[in-house]
């Protein structure tokens, strides 16, 4: 993926999801869901939830060459606006969203780097951790309009505004209650950011610390808020 100080690292990471119950698509009786509908039962899942945290697994698929690095980290997130991602491993990062505060420490180069969400634009955290309404800032489609009894939902979300710098995001929702299992985000050339998610407790309450960093004595600050 190359030097997470690039760009497209910058965006990737900041990237990173939510529900009531509802009747399966499949009921006796009833008719398939359309896009819209599954994005409402998306967003009722996201009404619902105040925090998450869990396990995540991030790769990028190069428009230009193919698979690069495998990615895996924590991730806690507090709705509206906050979010936080450790990756554990291969390299050791913090990439933190407040608002629309970022903050990017990258430990191999000793440099924390600040700066805006409107920035660099991320389709991930726009859809996660707004109070936007979903169908108000994407438009939605089906990748397959119609599944089985039991399988996943893949909900092709692209944005309104033409600010964005991400084409779009494709989430994989569990049938029986809309809950985000992985993530596909496709930027303007062509790569596709993936996350799997796994291990995930909702609504178990986050510290509000974990979203304060500080750099280590030595660090390189960059940007600004």
Do not use: C
């Not at 997130?77 to 291969?90: F, S, T």
């Not at 979300?157 to 992985?182: C, G, H, M, N, Y």
């Amino acid at each position: 993926m190359g030097r997470f100080g690039s760009r497209l690292g910058r965006m990737a990471v900041l990237a990173a999801v939510s529900w009531t119950l509802v009747s399966p698509l499949w009921a006796q009786g009833e008719d398939p869901l359309e896009a819209d509908d599954v994005a409402r039962g998306l967003q009722r899942w996201l009404n619902e939830t105040t925090d998450l945290q869990g396990s995540f697994r991030q790769a990028l698929l190069s428009g230009a060459f193919g698979t690069g690095i495998e990615e895996r980290g924590k991730v806690w997130i507090v709705r509206p606006g906050r979010m936080r991602w450790d990756y554990l491993d291969p390299d050791q990062k913090v990439a933190i969203l407040d608002g629309d505060m970022t903050w990017l420490y990258v430990r191999e180069e000793e440099q924390l780097i600040l700066g805006r969400l409107e920035e660099h634009g991320s389709l991930l955290p726009t859809l996660i951790a707004a109070e936007r309404p979903v169908l108000e800032l994407f438009e939605a489609s089906l990748v397959v309009s119609v599944v089985g009894e039991g399988e996943p939902y893949r909900l092709e979300l692209r944005p309104r505004s033409d600010a964005e710098t991400f084409e779009s995001v494709t989430v994989v929702l569990r049938q029986k209650d809309f809950a985000i299992e992985s993530a596909e985000v496709l930027d303007a050339a062509g790569n596709r950011m993936l996350y799997q998610f796994s291990k995930l407790r909702r609504n178990k309450g986050v510290p509000g610390g974990i979203f304060r960093f500080e750099a280590p004595e030595g660090t390189t600050i960059l940007g600004s808020h």
